[in-house]
């Protein structure tokens, strides 16, 4: 059987275009394989370029992350800046990688490519975290950075994240405008991007990692470290992973900046290492199989903490061994709710003259609303996002140009933006801020828990239940969010879930909202992304929504009340009821996570 005229076009469009002799063979053998279908699925559609830049599979193909589909990113990059600034070429782009395969390389063919157009780069000269390049890009007057970045996710994948000149993540519309520019620049280069590199140092080709790590954390340290001369004498040993990812080097620094005694490494995971070798999945949030070796190596040396980063450094996770000998691992929420008072707390010691309502605190819609009221009973103002840091981080950099004092920003995803030294989560900055407190609660004979618990008596028992269903099939979920919609095929959303009454709907994908009064939302909305919220009589807040970067089906549910056994027990029923009325997993095929 030979391929069919449409496939084999494809083919020798690819063979044409790509250079790499690895990926080339890869066609190749599927060709020779006649593989029509994976062929198919690998060349008739391209990597889709959004707000989160490139993120996909390491193999060939125009829908994978290779060489060809960031040479073709960058092309159409460079070309879409120099429509948004006269002096694009002479202020330049910082480009970052972390350490997965193929980091390094994408980042140099990035590189090359801004070059050929006589764009001043800044390319880094090792591995540094994600949060650096939000930094860095501001910083250098830069009109745009790049981080080669997969994050979290699976060894086998690789991203290309993409920061507007302000450091934050790129928004509407400026996706759609690069993505056009991509369109319009598909064929590579007449260029060597190697020997371009090579011959361009000193010149175009710029090397800036030592001067902005330096100013990097001389601004988190006059900033952000509160207690530098009490720090070294913590009475207890903080173990730390970077979960074999770029963090070591960094959080090394950040504990020196803010005069902290250096952490306990776990050894096994304290290098880079692509293959991620001692986790199922580089990522904190998956629980305790990931932070095992972590736990292990805290026991070993009687250190009641931990705290880890995600491979790119941009998120934090933190466990503290609880009085019956066993490890909490602390929920995202939980963290935020810590951070959130500590950066109160020492703003008003700092600031003691300036009011409250000059400041303000910011979290996404599916985070806890125990930071509402904390701004509620303490006087600063609360701002709620849609999800992911390009709206907390944009929403941040929009208050401080209007004038407040920006003080702390989150997601329950672990992600921690604590003052404004980047427009982006970090869990560089946020690591050494959280060890400086938990010091400070060790000093004073106290630990995380009994500050969390000191926190729910004074703003409520807010006790959330956020988790997911893997679903892997794009066509199935859309269907899971239509069926919601036209519940028992009622044409209209569910009303009661079990003997739980539903007071409000809010639909972002199709721009509903029952709640107000034009029954339009106050949040952007995008049919793009599946996410329905219902609030019930009784306060609870249940969130559904599909991942826009995994293949997963999220629900995010609290509800809140005085007595913390009761809410829990309430809650508890709830999450089985909203599971059962809406997800259905049985019905739909939906795969729990393991942990």
């Given at each position: 059987?030979?391929?069919?005229?449409?496939?084999?076009?494809?083919?020798?469009?690819?063979?044409?275009?790509?250079?790499?002799?690895?990926?080339?063979?890869?066609?190749?053998?599927?060709?020779?394989?006649?593989?029509?279908?994976?062929?198919?699925?690998?060349?008739?559609?391209?990597?889709?370029f959004?707000?989160?830049?490139?993120?996909g599979?390491?193999?060939?193909?125009?829908s994978?992350?290779?060489?060809?589909t960031?040479?073709?990113?960058?092309?159409?990059?460079?070309?879409?800046?120099?429509?948004?600034?006269?002096?694009?070429k002479?202020?330049?782009?910082?480009?970052?990688?972390d350490?997965?395969?193929?980091?390094?390389?994408?980042?140099?063919?990035?590189?090359?490519?801004?070059?050929?157009?006589?764009?001043?780069?800044?390319?880094?000269?090792?591995?540094?975290?994600?949060?650096f390049?939000s930094?860095?890009?501001?910083?250098?007057?830069?009109?745009?950075?790049?981080?080669?970045?997969?994050?979290?996710?699976?060894?086998?994948?690789?991203?290309?994240?993409?920061?507007?000149?302000?450091?934050?993540?790129?928004?509407?519309?400026?996706?759609?405008?690069?993505?056009?520019?991509?369109?319009?620049?598909?064929?590579?280069?007449k260029?060597?991007?190697?020997?371009?590199?090579?011959?361009?140092?000193?010149?175009?080709?710029?090397?800036?990692?030592?001067?902005?790590?330096?100013?990097?954390?001389?601004?988190i340290?006059?900033r952000?470290?509160?207690?530098?001369?009490?720090?070294?004498?913590?009475?207890?040993?903080?173990?730390?992973?970077?979960?074999?990812?770029?963090?070591?080097?960094?959080?090394?620094?950040?504990?020196?900046?803010?005069?902290l005694?250096?952490?306990?490494?776990?050894?096994?995971?304290?290098?880079?290492?692509?293959?991620?070798?001692?986790?199922?999945?580089?990522?904190?949030?998956?629980?305790?199989?990931?932070?095992?070796?972590?736990?292990?190596?805290?026991?070993?040396?009687?250190?009641?903490?931990?705290?880890?980063?995600?491979?790119?450094?941009d998120?934090?996770?933190?466990?503290?061994?609880?009085?019956?000998?066993?490890?909490?691992?602390?929920?995202?929420?939980?963290?935020?709710?810590?951070?959130?008072?500590?950066?109160?707390?020492?703003?008003?010691?700092?600031?003691?003259?300036?009011?409250?309502?000059?400041?303000?605190?910011?979290?996404?819609?599916?985070?806890?609303?125990?930071?509402?009221?904390?701004?509620?009973k303490?006087?600063?103002?609360?701002?709620?996002?849609?999800?992911?840091?390009?709206?907390?981080?944009?929403?941040?950099?929009?208050?401080?140009?209007?004038?407040?004092?920006?003080?702390?920003?989150?997601?329950?995803?672990?992600?921690?933006?604590?003052?404004?030294?980047?427009f982006?989560?970090?869990?560089?900055?946020?690591?050494?801020?959280?060890?400086?407190?938990v010091?400070?609660?060790?000093?004073?004979?106290?630990?995380i828990?009994?500050?969390?618990?000191?926190?729910?008596?004074?703003?409520?028992?807010?006790?959330?239940?956020?988790?997911?269903?893997?679903?892997?099939?794009?066509?199935?979920?859309?269907?899971?969010?239509?069926?919601?919609?036209?519940?028992?095929?009622?044409?209209?959303?569910?009303?009661?879930?079990?003997?739980?009454?539903?007071q409000?709907?809010?639909?972002?994908?199709?721009?509903?909202?029952?709640?107000?009064?034009?029954?339009?939302?106050?949040?952007?909305?995008?049919?793009?992304?599946?996410?329905?919220?219902?609030?019930?009589e009784?306060?609870?807040?249940?969130?559904?929504?599909?991942?826009?970067?995994?293949?997963?089906?999220?629900?995010?549910?609290?509800?809140?009340?005085?007595?913390?056994?009761?809410?829990?027990?309430?809650?508890?029923?709830?999450?089985?009821?909203?599971?059962?009325?809406?997800?259905?997993?049985?019905?739909?095929?939906?795969?729990?996570?393991?942990?």
């Amino acid at each position: 059987m030979s391929l069919s005229p449409e496939v084999s076009n494809l083919v020798d469009l690819w063979l044409k275009w790509d250079a790499n002799p690895e990926t080339r063979e890869e066609i190749n053998k599927l060709v020779s394989e006649k593989n029509e279908e994976e062929l198919r699925k690998r060349l008739s559609v391209r990597i889709a370029f959004g707000t989160a830049g490139l993120r996909g599979p390491m193999r060939a193909g125009f829908s994978c992350m290779n060489d060809l589909t960031v040479i073709q990113a960058s092309q159409g990059l460079s070309k879409y800046l120099l429509t948004q600034f006269p002096d694009a070429k002479e202020r330049g782009v910082v480009i970052g990688y972390d350490g997965r395969h193929h980091s390094r390389r994408f980042a140099g063919l990035s590189a090359a490519t801004f070059i050929s157009e006589n764009y001043v780069v800044y390319l880094c000269s090792r591995l540094v975290p994600t949060p650096f390049v939000s930094f860095a890009t501001p910083h250098l007057n830069c009109v745009s950075g790049i981080m080669v970045t997969a994050s979290h996710n699976p060894k086998d994948d690789n991203g290309y994240k993409v920061y507007w000149e302000t450091g934050c993540q790129i928004k509407e519309p400026h996706d759609k405008g690069i993505s056009k520019q991509i369109e319009l620049n598909l064929e590579p280069w007449k260029i060597n991007h190697d020997s371009l590199l090579q011959s361009s140092k000193g010149g175009l080709l710029r090397d800036a990692t030592d001067v902005v790590a330096k100013a990097y954390f001389e601004e988190i340290s006059s900033r952000y470290c509160f207690h530098r001369s009490t720090n070294p004498s913590t009475p207890i040993p903080i173990t730390y992973t970077p979960m074999h990812g770029v963090g070591a080097e960094w959080v090394t620094k950040s504990f020196a900046a803010f005069n902290l005694p250096a952490y306990v490494p776990v050894l096994k995971q304290i290098e880079p290492d692509g293959d991620f070798p001692t986790v199922a999945f580089p990522n904190p949030e998956e629980g305790k199989g990931a932070l095992k070796l972590a736990f292990e190596t805290a026991d070993s040396v009687s250190s009641p903490v931990v705290i880890a980063n995600d491979p790119d450094a941009d998120r934090l996770a933190v466990a503290e061994k609880q009085k019956d000998g066993q490890w909490k691992i602390f929920t995202g929420n939980e963290i935020g709710a810590l951070l959130a008072y500590w950066a109160w707390e020492n703003f008003q010691i700092q600031h003691p003259k300036e009011p409250a309502s000059k400041c303000v605190m910011i979290n996404s819609t599916v985070s806890s609303k125990l930071l509402k009221s904390m701004a509620l009973k303490e006087g600063f103002n609360y701002e709620e996002t849609l999800t992911g840091f390009k709206w907390l981080g944009g929403m941040a950099h929009q208050r401080q140009k209007e004038g407040y004092h920006v003080l702390f920003a989150f997601e329950e995803a672990i992600g921690f933006l604590f003052g404004t030294t980047t427009f982006d989560k970090d869990g560089v900055n946020s690591g050494a801020v959280f060890a400086e407190m938990v010091s400070q609660l060790y000093l004073k004979g106290s630990t995380i828990q009994d500050k969390l618990s000191f926190l729910y008596s004074r703003y409520g028992h807010f006790v959330t239940r956020n988790r997911y269903f893997f679903c892997y099939d794009p066509v199935k979920l859309e269907a899971i969010f239509k069926a919601i919609r036209n519940y028992e095929n009622s044409g209209n959303y569910p009303t009661q879930m079990g003997p739980y009454k539903v007071q409000n709907v809010r639909d972002l994908t199709v721009g509903y909202d029952s709640s107000t009064p034009d029954k339009n939302p106050i949040l952007p909305t995008s049919k793009s992304t599946q996410m329905i919220t219902f609030t019930f009589e009784n306060g609870c807040v249940a969130t559904l929504r599909g991942s826009g970067t995994e293949p997963k089906l999220k629900y995010y549910i609290e509800l809140n009340g005085e007595n913390r056994a009761e809410v829990e027990k309430t809650l508890d029923d709830m999450v089985v009821q909203i599971i059962e009325s809406c997800l259905r997993p049985k019905e739909n095929g939906l795969l729990p996570p393991k942990d």
